[in-house]
């Protein structure tokens, strides 16, 4: 009998097992790659990806209803697990949006041998480099992508801030990697990898302060018992203080929000298009996923020595996001600016605390899908081997290819918050709550935030349908079955969850409560 049996250590394997399974594929992906033949692996690691994938999220599925924590000692809860509500249905999400992500990073019909460089050791812009661009891309992007995924997974189930710590760093290490493997203007890829890495490491770091100093202030790292001593503890609130402003420096920077944004526009202009895709979506709900345990099981007994400075935060990251997407030409950094304006949309839910648990992780899934849709229609607009980024090549697109115009104007109308479209249902419920809350003036700025947001949006409408193409306008490439399944499946969700989102907010207010361990 082991240590752990003979103290009476119980764990959950059901509740771990969306995260054992999607580890044990990327260990796999990475056998196959030693294993299998370079022309099979494309298929071998898809399969497997997003094998694993569904296999996850049917355990996620069954794991429903669960209110406890995956380890326990002779009935008595640890707290660095907690499978409850809001954990499983974010992590459900988490496990379908990387399904879709994935199909997009085995894309490679719309451009020579895809998006990915083939080896990434070779010097940028040598002639083995430019010698390989004729080659198939990388398929280590898979196991890279399934470990990212593990640690979101991990993230936002963690009841403890030195697992979530873990989580952080699980998945942030791979997108690093991820970032700086694009095949075309690789130098600007490599910029992006290490303006990300660079930010990152300070980001952690922060983190680790943070812990530290809430583990001065309360003697635990669980986040239920920081809780606790938020209430109760005679010790100085200094330390809680500062612990809370050096964690939130690094969750925050995962959000991408204000003023921990400036790593967004670069890194999403510069990764290949799927990761960005994949970072839009899956980051997005893991890093909300996190703010939202950490503020409403760690810090609720504090939240009036937070409430305001988020508030502030808040308020910067929507006119901020809003305000320079107007500026850009750019169509990623205009997706980027977006998602930065978004970000702050979802503070109004970590603010408003439980009220708003619900109606947040219904914006979370319902953006996660428009957003990779519509990375996915910016990969398929070419210029040659490289993707038409800059607006001017987009005029008249509705001319030359109105299937692929009028997919786009949908998602820019989903974004732009329209109704009839999951944008508009997204920000009506978590506008509703944080007015049933008393958050008057966020509410204010978020629809001053959404009007100014809305002119980038439908600017790009114009331009697809009332502008005259160029002679040499771009072409749209014809995606593969399982790119075009990634576009059909992300304009399909923003429809049906703008005209009939009943069934998925049922889901979202039966899972919104914490387990406070």
């Avoid at 100093?213 to 109760?232: C, E, H, P, R």
């Avoid at 219904?362 to 990969?379: D, E, H, K, N, Q």
Wanted: some cysteine; glycine content about 10%; charged content about 10%.
């Amino acid at each position: 009998m082991n240590e752990a049996q003979q103290a009476g250590l119980q764990i959950d394997w059901a509740g771990l097992a969306p995260m054992i399974i999607v580890f044990a594929a990327a260990f796999g992906g990475l056998l196959v790659e030693a294993a299998v033949p370079r022309a099979r692996r494309l298929v071998v690691q898809t399969a497997l990806a997003v094998a694993a994938l569904l296999a996850a999220l049917v355990a996620v599925i069954l794991n429903r209803g669960k209110a406890s924590a995956a380890f326990s000692i002779e009935g008595t809860d640890l707290g660095s697990v907690v499978l409850d509500g809001p954990g499983l249905f974010l992590q459900g999400t988490i496990a379908v949006l990387s399904v879709i992500a994935v199909l997009l990073l085995a894309e490679r019909r719309t451009t020579r041998g895809g998006d990915f460089v083939a080896e990434a050791a070779v010097v940028a812009d040598s002639a083995a480099d430019r010698s390989q661009q004729r080659e198939d891309g990388a398929t280590e992007i898979f196991p890279l992508t399934l470990f990212a995924v593990v640690g979101m997974m991990m993230f936002v189930v963690a009841g403890d801030l030195l697992t979530m710590f873990v989580a952080l760093e699980m998945f942030s290490l791979p997108l690093y990697l991820l970032c700086g493997l694009a095949k075309r203007r690789r130098l600007i890829s490599q910029e992006a990898a290490l303006k990300y890495f660079l930010l990152g490491a300070f980001a952690s770091a922060f983190y680790v302060y943070g812990m530290a100093m809430l583990y001065g202030f309360a003697g635990t790292v669980d986040l239920a018992g920081i809780n606790q001593a938020g209430v109760s503890s005679g010790q100085p609130r200094l330390l809680l203080y500062i612990g809370v402003a050096m964690l939130a420096v690094a969750m925050l920077f995962k959000a991408a929000a204000v003023p921990f944004h400036m790593w967004t526009p670069d890194v999403y202009t510069g990764a290949p298009t799927p990761v960005t895709a994949l970072m839009a979506a899956c980051v997005k709900v893991a890093a909300f996923g996190g703010l939202l345990r950490v503020f409403n099981v760690g810090l609720e007994s504090s939240a009036w020595d937070w409430h305001m400075i988020l508030t502030i935060i808040a308020i910067a990251t929507m006119l901020g996001g809003a305000i320079f997407a107007v500026t850009q030409r750019n169509i990623k950094r205009l997706l980027a600016y977006s998602s930065i304006a978004n970000a702050g949309y979802l503070l109004i839910g970590i603010i408003t605390l439980g009220d708003a648990v619900g109606s947040t992780m219904f914006y979370l899934a319902a953006y996660g899908f428009t957003a990779i849709a519509a990375f996915a229609v910016v990969s398929l607009v070419r210029d040659g081997d490289e993707e038409a980024t800059h607006l001017s090549r987009w005029a008249g697109l509705g001319k030359k290819s109105p299937g692929t115009a009028a997919v786009f104007t949908v998602l820019m109308l989903a974004l732009a918050g329209l109704p009839f479209t999951s944008g508009f249902t997204a920000k009506f419920g978590l506008f509703a709550d944080a007015l049933g809350a008393g958050e008057v003036g966020l509410v204010i700025v978020g629809v001053v935030s959404s009007a100014i947001l809305a002119f980038p949006y439908l600017r790009v409408v114009v331009l697809l349908w009332l502008n005259e193409p160029a002679p040499d306008a771009p072409t749209v490439n014809l995606p593969s079955p399982m790119a075009g399944s990634v576009v059909a499946v992300g304009v399909a969700a923003t429809l049906v969850l703008g005209v009939a989102p009943g069934f998925l907010l049922d889901i979202v207010d039966q899972a919104s409560t914490f387990l406070n361990t």
